[in-house]
């Protein structure tokens, strides 16, 4: 039996909630024994195979060069063996280094940094490697075995030393420690408790900063907070989602799940954004003692969701947030491991050690402007999702103005799981922390951890505190306890039989205040996506027309393609979180004269609801040979207002797609470097270009607009890297280039009546219609 449940919540929680929210606020193999399931080499790393960037630091993987193997004297360096790498510490500054395999062949040079360090990464697991020292005086380090993740644990790593209340470390498979911090409900001994885990390269190991461990501890759970590698007190070095920081993540749920305070030896994975999406990857290595996971405001591939959409690099958010992770994760990034190592932690101090070994992450993002499966899969979810094998619940918000709302594409790739559960819903990057979201993951979260009927009085009082402070509001309403009575065999046969896709419509008109958390009307569906949606098209025409047949002639409609004639982006306090409040303001701006082009359907005679992504389907003509396209969704009421829904990209010369991917209502490009090409001269060229998911209810009398022009003012902070030629850019809808639109509609949903307010949509601008000069002035 777990212990009775905490009500003790500090008024700060929301504080960690924004520390760990955003960034604003600072394979196949089966496991042997307890090993996790993976490639033996790293061949899925973010750098390539030649190269390891860092500040003083500089790595070469050798053709095979052989020569002497004659022993030499024993080194005074360190060295680090770990999987597919090894890392030097204690090296005099400016070493030249070497590393050699097993028949004395020289596999990779490099030379020590300012703090006498090195790592080489990619390295093929295996026994006998050596580094030796070059130049007069060479010494060498021998017997060196780089880790198989694939060999068995001893499984007294996860038991030796047990984890107790408060910061600790947590030593992993190749002796790194990581920092972590555990807060219990309550003593020990009175366990155990139902217990999750954050990790990340934030800072969840912080003891200074506990108020999220609060959260959890609130609703009855044991929380622990631990520092990926590389980052905080955590040794190694670090670089986004490698193997090494995969296979710590299995480590770290073993080593967790194995304490005595643990219920059932079981832990769940909590987290939203960067603790969200590590839960992906963690989970797809399929940790034994892993209960379930709760990944809130994701992405499903970091290329097209986030850093490049449609093949642009977006330098709003993803370039700052690599930038923000670079600071952190050098020496002493995050002031409180300094204040650690001050006060006498001093593996805290010996765990900066590899840090000047850190991959210069934008510069790396900067050269790799297409999509590389063999290092890109690797950062996309979406690739391996179909590994993990525990129940899952995910959610998240069209409009994310971080990590975007582009995840939804990967939801029908979690074939594994026997349960997964998502909540979708307009707003932005804390949406799914949201009232009504927040509700169903504690349920969630008490089935599945827990194992107990589940109750919200926690999360009533968890609620109290963080959404006046989150959203602005004083309305904390929660749902009411919908198991109240039942056993817990009876509750989770109720919530497994609920709908598993929930659709959250008009999320700001729900609550008593404007622009409060609380949906206008929910609809659930069996699958994502939607089995009941039917693809719908409407076509391009003249005087800015959205036509539901095709049109037989018609002249094409031209632009400037100028990224500068509008804001970069359309909320003017950037990356801040006063963006999540109510009533939050916009400057989402008419596109002016010349600079692009909208088309209008007709009066819509029904209701027509929308839900899941769409393509825009556009024949394009540039006068440069290549151009950088924008398409944006929105609906233009009968009383002159227009409220934005969703937007989509793309970088004609990425236009080829993966045909086997693609679908009418889906396009995806392959944005590989060998399937780049201009746009012809002189000719119109068919381009897909996708419009990011979402669902809206389009009212009777409403208008649905699309608009094409150069990317910006489209999304808050997002901005792009953009062609800026002044091309003109023409669209072609005519018989033979039958430009058009395709949605899914999904029809019998009962939508209420009424639009909402202009404004009380949480993450979607309204602003008053404007035409663009191809379509006609309103009457």
Same mark, same amino acid.
């Given at each position: 039996?777990?212990? $009775? ?38 061949? *899925? ?5 030649? *190269? ?6 500089? *790595? ?12 030499? $004297? ?43 360090? #090195? ?83 934030? @800072? ?7 108020? #999220? ?36 993540? =299995? ?21 939203? @954004? ?12 399929? !940790? ?82 297409? =999509?590389? $499966? ?33 995840? !939804? ?58 959404? !006046? ?15 109240? +009575? ?69 002249? !094409? ?82 009383? +002159? @207002? ?10 004609? @010369? ?73 091309? *003109? ?51």
């Amino acid at each position: 039996m777990r212990s $009775p449940r905490r009500l003790i919540v500090s008024a700060t929680i929301v504080f960690a909630v924004l520390a760990t929210a955003c960034a604003s606020d600072p394979r196949d193999a089966a496991p042997a024994s307890s090993a996790p399931t993976g490639s033996s080499t790293a061949v *899925t790393d973010t750098t390539t195979a030649s *190269t390891t960037s860092g500040t003083d630091a500089t *790595t070469t993987i050798d053709a095979a060069t052989t020569t002497s193997a004659d022993a030499l $004297p024993s080194s005074t360096f360190q060295v680090l063996p770990g999987v597919s790498q090894i890392g030097v510490i204690r090296a005099e500054a400016g070493q030249g280094l070497e590393l050699r395999d097993a028949d004395g062949t020289v596999v990779g040079t490099g030379t020590a940094d300012a703090q006498g360090s #090195f790592l080489w990464r990619l390295i093929p697991p295996g026994d006998g490697y050596s580094v030796r020292t070059t130049g007069a005086d060479a010494t060498e380090e021998r017997n060196i075995t780089i880790i198989d993740e694939r060999d068995p644990v001893d499984p007294t790593l996860y038991t030796f030393k047990p984890l107790t209340n408060g910061f600790q470390y947590i030593t992993v498979r190749d002796g790194t420690t990581l920092s972590a911090n555990v807060m219990l409900p309550g003593p020990a001994d009175k366990g155990p408790y139902p217990t999750v885990v954050e990790y990340s390269g934030y @800072s969840p190991s912080n003891p200074d900063s506990t108020t #999220f461990g609060q959260l959890f501890n609130a609703l009855g759970f044991a929380y622990v907070g631990v520092n990926m590698r590389g980052t905080g007190c955590s040794g190694g070095s670090y670089q986004f989602f490698e193997r090494a920081q995969l296979v710590d993540g =299995y480590d770290v749920i073993e080593s967790v799940a194995h304490q005595s305070w643990v219920l059932d030896n079981k832990v769940g994975m909590v987290g939203i @954004s960067y603790p969200g999406i590590s839960q992906l990857f963690v989970a797809s290595t399929k !940790p034994p003692s892993l209960a379930a996971i709760t990944p809130l405001s994701v992405l499903d591939d970091s290329y097209r969701a986030t850093g490049e959409p449609g093949g642009i690099l977006n330098t709003g958010f993803a370039a700052p947030f690599l930038s923000e992770r670079q600071a952190e994760a050098e020496p002493y990034g995050q002031a409180w491991t300094k204040k650690r190592a001050d006060a006498g932690d001093t593996q805290c101090a010996d765990n900066q050690n590899l840090r000047l070994q850190n991959p210069d992450f934008l510069a790396v993002t900067e050269a790799q402007n297409f =999509y590389d $499966p063999a290092q890109a899969d690797a950062l996309a979810p979406s690739t391996f999702v179909d590994k993990i094998d525990v129940p899952v619940f995910l959610a998240g918000a069209w409009q994310d103005e971080q990590t975007g709302g582009h995840f !939804p594409n990967m939801l029908d790739k979690f074939t594994a799981t026997p349960h997964l559960y998502a909540d979708l819903t307009n707003g932005l990057h804390t949406e799914s922390l949201s009232p009504t979201i927040f509700a169903r993951m504690v349920e969630f979260l008490d089935l599945y951890v827990a194992h107990e009927t589940p109750s919200l009085a926690g999360a009533r009082a968890v609620a109290n505190v963080l959404v !006046p402070q989150l959203y602005g509001v004083t309305d904390a309403t929660l749902p009411a306890d919908r198991f109240t +009575g039942m056993s817990y065999e009876q509750a989770l046969a109720a919530f497994e039989a609920d709908p598993p896709i929930r659709v959250l419509f008009e999320e700001g008109t729900g609550g008593a205040e404007p622009g409060a958390p609380y949906p206008g009307f929910t609809t659930s569906f069996d699958a994502w996506p939607v089995p009941e949606a039917v693809a719908t098209s409407w076509y391009l025409g003249d005087r800015g027309l959205l036509a539901t047949k095709p049109q037989t002639t018609g002249s !094409p409609d031209s632009y400037t393609a100028d990224p500068t004639a509008l804001p970069k982006a359309f909320y003017p306090g950037g990356r801040s979180s006063d963006i999540w409040k109510a009533g939050t303001q916009y400057d989402w701006q008419a596109i002016p004269a010349g600079t692009g082009v909208g088309y209008l359907t007709d009066p819509l005679k029904q209701d027509t609801v929308v839900v899941g992504g769409g393509s825009v389907d556009l024949w394009v003509q540039s006068s440069s040979a290549d151009t950088d396209l924008e398409v944006t969704i929105s609906e233009v009421r009968p009383d +002159g @207002s227009e409220m934005y829904i969703q937007s989509g990209w793309l970088r004609a @010369s990425h236009r080829a797609l993966d045909e086997a991917a693609s679908t009418d209502v889906l396009p995806v490009q392959t944005h590989r470097k060998a399937d780049a090409a201009p746009l012809p001269a002189g000719e119109f060229t068919p381009v897909r270009i996708e419009l990011f998911p979402f669902a809206y209810a389009f009212r009777t009398g409403s208008q649905i607009r699309i608009t094409v022009d150069a990317p910006g003012n489209s999304r808050p902070v997002w901005e792009f890297d953009t062609i800026d030629a002044g091309e *003109t850019v023409q669209i072609a809808h005519d018989a033979d280039h039958p430009s058009k639109i395709v949605l899914q509609v999904v029809p019998g949903i009962a939508v209420p009546p009424g639009v909402p307010a202009c404004g009380a949509l949480r993450g979607q601008p309204c602003r008053t219609y404007v035409p663009a000069d191809n379509e006609p002035v309103p009457i």
